[in-house]
């Protein structure tokens, strides 16, 4: 169970969830139409050593019957990286991954010259990570700067403490974030980006309905993935259901312009049609929403 101030790395709690969205990222990438190629994903997850989350890169069969199989990660994948993207066609040059996690877009995505991409994150997690990067002699594409701190903590200091610059316009990212920050935690969140986000910033996040029945959910998860480490651990435990504000409606009110796009209009723009989802993973799919925010120049 979740509590408060509880700490992880790579191979525990949240940090595990990491380490099994960088094998679905690294099965992804070898896919002949594969929507995202990230190079660095099978590194970290190989660097982890545990056996079981490798096979999930080998044999995608493992979770051929999740969501997770149906494409949802190279979807997900790609919304954000276009969302980062079209940020730098405007103009925007600072960027925060908020729970950057084993996100590795400071190093394959094609940044513009004076870019800085702040990447928050627990301490140990970001350690890992840079540790994996350094010894594949991996250099960033931007100007890559880590902020270790937890974002149920005064995370705003911190990152400006490492040159972020809140007069600046930024383009944020909060990519299966969400539903592991207590309600207050998430609102607070949400707050402070406002906060610091000068005219012109954006952001992108991904949101589930209220009504999702986590626990169902993970169980049937932990059935299907009883083979891989991902089965080891009760997902519904790291997840908090307690009240929040709905994020887009929070943001419309401070002024910022949100929208929201369900998965089949991911899987439409990406052509990359998706496959009939089964209960109890479509009471997920049904609230699942891609929500982007701009604040007005």
């Known amino acids: 169970m979740r509590t408060e101030g509880d700490t992880w790395d790579i191979v ?21 139409d594969a929507l995202v190629h990230d190079e660095f994903a099978a590194l970290f997850v190989a660097a982890a050593g545990d056996p079981d989350t490798n096979r999930l890169i080998d044999d995608p069969e493992l979770w051929a019957d999740s969501p997770l199989g149906l494409g ?7 919304f954000f990286d276009d969302h980062f993207r079209a940020a730098t066609e405007a103009g925007v040059r600072q960027a925060v ?24 994150d627990q301490p140990k997690v970001l350690e890992f ?25 005064n995370w705003p200091a911190a990152l400006i403490e490492e040159g972020f610059d809140p007069a600046r316009p ?19 969140l949400f707050a402070r980006i406002d906060q610091l986000s000068a005219p012109g910033s954006s952001l992108a996040t991904d949101t589930f309905g209220s009504d999702v029945d986590f626990q169902q959910l993970a169980d049937f998860q ?9 089965g080891k651990i009760d997902i519904a435990d790291l997840l908090y ?33 998706l496959t009939e989802v ?19 120049s």
């Open 12 to 32: 525990s709690s949240v940090g595990m969830t990491a380490l099994f969205v960088a094998a679905i990222r690294a099965a992804e990438t070898k896919q002949p």
């Open 72 to 78: 949802f990660m190279g979807l997900r994948s790609k």
């Open 97 to 120: 991954i908020l729970a950057a996690g084993l996100d590795a877009r400071a190093y394959r995505l094609d940044w513009p010259q004076g870019m800085v991409v702040y990447e928050i």
């Open 129 to 153: 990570k840079g540790q994996v990067l350094a010894d594949a002699h991996a250099t960033p594409t931007a100007d890559r700067r880590e902020v270790a701190v937890d974002l149920r903590d």
């Open 170 to 188: 930024t383009v944020w990212s909060a990519e299966g974030l969400l539903p592991y920050l207590p309600g207050a935690a998430q609102d607070a």
């Open 222 to 230: 932990t059935e299907q993935m009883r083979d891989t480490s991902f």
């Open 241 to 273: 259901t307690d009240d929040r504000s709905d994020p887009a409606e929070w943001l419309t009110k401070q002024g910022w312009t949100t929208k929201a796009a369900p998965p089949e209009e991911l899987a439409a723009r990406y052509d990359r049609p």
């Open 278 to 296: 089964l209960e109890p993973y479509a009471q997920m799919f049904n609230g699942m929403k891609y929500l982007t925010a701009v604040k007005p």
